[in-house]
């Protein structure tokens, strides 16, 4: 499989929102609501910010939201802060015996 | 709040053999999918693949089949990934996830860094 496209880098000013993109196909994001997104920080490991395509874990901002359309899953954050400044991930679910993870976006709060 | 526990760091030298392993929490280690994710220096998530300590179901990436071997001791709540020859491309950190019944991972190892060098 390959690894569902992200952007690699997007940028924003504290305050503003931005949106990661996450294209698959109809076999995976296409396919299951199965889509996670995962925060890291440098020298971390990663967190679980946004699971099934659109649910937040308790703990996790609601600045950090989730939806999907058709092949493409987005992670939205609104409210720029400092602290998000991080790399994020998704992943989706393939079948019962895989699971791909997106190439990865960085994201810098100008 | 479930925890698992990883190996601390390796330094191996290219064709020698190493297992490394992720310790959970004994009552709910066998219940859920253990999966092996590496992170490769500067680069992204890649999926390796997942194991059931139940019952020792394993599954693995394609890209992985072959390269690795992921077993587990349910007596000791603990998942393993091991391998027998090692390349330099083998260096990278190495973390364990459990995987929830909606798919999320929603517990971490801390990662173990492996490194490959001569």
């Known amino acids: 499989q390959s690894a569902l496209t992200q952007p690699a880098s997007v940028s924003g000013s504290p305050g503003q929102s931005i949106t990661i993109s996450c294209t698959g196909t109809s076999s995976d994001v296409g396919g299951y609501n199965y889509v996670s997104w995962y925060q890291q920080h440098p020298g971390k490991a990663p967190k679980l910010v946004i699971f099934?395509?659109?649910s937040r874990p308790s703990g996790v901002s609601n600045r950090f939201s989730g939806s999907k359309s058709g092949n493409t899953a987005s992670l939205t954050i609104s409210g720029l802060q400092a602290e998000d400044e991080a790399d994020y991930y998704c992943?989706?679910?393939?079948?019962?015996?895989?699971?791909?993870f997106g190439g990865g976006t960085k994201l810098t709060v100008l | 709040e479930v925890q698992l526990v990883q190996s601390g760091a390796e330094v191996k030298k290219p064709g020698e053999s190493l297992k490394i392993s992720c310790k959970g929490s004994a009552h709910s280690f066998t219940t859920y999918w253990i999966h092996w994710v590496r992170q490769m220096p500067g680069k992204g998530l890649e999926w390796m693949g997942m194991i059931y300590p139940g019952d020792s179901d394993t599954r693995y990436s394609p890209s992985f089949q072959g390269q690795v071997t992921i077993s587990a001791d349910r007596s000791i709540s603990t998942a393993y990934l091991q391998w027998s020859s090692l390349k330099a491309s083998d260096t990278a950190i190495y973390y364990c996830?459990?995987?929830?019944?909606?798919?999320?991972?929603?517990?971490w190892g801390q990662g173990t860094l492996v490194t490959v060098s001569s």
């Open positions: 996830a459990r995987e929830n019944v909606d798919y999320r991972f929603d517990s």
């Open positions: 992943i989706s679910y393939i079948s019962s015996s895989s699971r791909v």
């Open positions: 099934e395509v659109s």
